[in-house]
C-alpha cells in the first residue's frame, strides 16, 4: 500500500493497557498529524508534526503522547484510555515546510474500541 | 475558539438533482478551504479545494465558491450519482510553520437516490 499507512487497522484495549498505534508515509512529506474521529463530532485535531517537532497540541489528555522520530513515521502511545477514548484515530501527512500544496494525505485510520 | 458550521448534517436527493453543502467559518485569517469526502469504512479524500485569493473554483462536476466577506464557502454537485452517496467534510485552515491547521465541520451525509 502506498501513501499514508497505519497499523493496527482495529485495536481493543482495556483502560490499563499501554499500546501504540502507528503512521507511515510514503510520500516525502515534513509535516504529519493526528486526528480523532468520533461519531458525530467533526475531525478533531490532536497533534502537528513538522519536521519531527511538534507545533500543535491541541490540549490533548496526557494519556496520548505522540511521537515523531523522523518525517516518515508517527506514533500515537496510549496508556490508561477511557471508554470515551474509543474512536477512529487517522493519520495525515502534508508537505509542510518548502511545499506548495495544503492537501493532507488521510491513512485508512485504526478504530480504537477501549473496554 | 475557531469553528466551522456545516449544513444540513444529513441530504437526500433524487440521481441527477444538484447538492449544495455550505459552511461558515470563524476565523478571518483561514486562506485555504478543502473539501473532503469519506465513503462508509474508507478514509478521507481531498476531491476540491479553493484559496482565499479566488471566488469560485469549478472541476466537472464539482464546484466551489467563497465569500471571504461572509466567512462562507460552499460545495455544489451537479447531476449527482449514486456513487457520490457518502459523508462531505469542510474545512478552514491557515499555514503555520509550513502545516496547515484544518478546523473541520461535522460532516454532511449525502444520499444519492437511484
Known amino acids: 500500500e502506498t501513501g499514508v499507512t497505519q497499523t493496527p487497522r482495529h485495536l481493543v484495549m482495556g483502560m490499563t493497557n499501554k499500546k501504540s498505534l502507528k503512521c507511515e508515509q510514503h510520500?516525502?512529506?515534513?509535516?504529519m498529524y493526528w486526528y480523532k474521529q468520533s461519531a458525530k463530532k467533526p475531525l478533531e485535531l490532536m497533534f502537528v508534526y513538522s519536521l519531527e517537532e511538534r507545533v500543535e497540541n491541541n490540549s490533548v489528555p496526557s494519556r496520548f503522547s505522540p511521537e515523531c522520530p523522523n518525517s516518515s513515521h508517527l506514533f500515537l502511545h496510549l496508556h490508561t484510555l477511557q471508554p470515551e477514548d474509543s474512536a477512529l484515530y487517522l493519520c495525515?501527512?502534508?508537505?509542510?515546510?518548502?511545499?506548495?500544496?495544503?492537501?493532507?494525505?488521510f491513512g485508512p485510520g485504526t478504530r480504537l474500541t477501549v473496554l | 475558539g475557531e469553528n466551522v458550521e456545516q449544513h444540513p448534517s444529513t441530504l437526500s436527493v433524487q440521481e441527477g438533482d444538484s447538492a449544495v453543502i455550505k459552511c461558515t467559518y470563524s476565523d478571518s485569517a483561514s486562506n485555504y478551504f478543502p473539501w473532503y469526502k469519506q465513503e462508509l469504512g474508507k478514509r478521507p479524500q481531498l476531491i476540491i479545494d479553493?484559496?482565499?485569493?479566488?471566488g469560485e473554483k469549478k472541476d466537472q462536476r464539482i464546484a466551489v465558491t467563497l465569500n471571504k466577506t461572509a466567512k462562507h464557502f460552499s460545495l455544489h454537485i451537479t447531476e449527482t450519482q449514486p456513487e457520490d452517496s457518502a459523508v462531505y467534510f469542510c474545512?478552514?485552515?491557515?499555514?503555520?510553520?509550513?502545516?496547515?491547521?484544518?478546523?473541520f465541520g461535522t460532516g454532511t451525509r449525502l444520499k444519492v437516490l437511484a
Open positions: 495525515a501527512s502534508s508537505q509542510g515546510i518548502g511545499g506548495v500544496k495544503n492537501e493532507q494525505f
Open positions: 474545512a478552514a485552515s491557515q499555514g503555520t510553520s509550513g502545516t496547515y491547521k484544518y478546523i
Open positions: 510520500l516525502g512529506h515534513n509535516a
Open positions: 479553493i484559496r482565499s485569493n479566488v
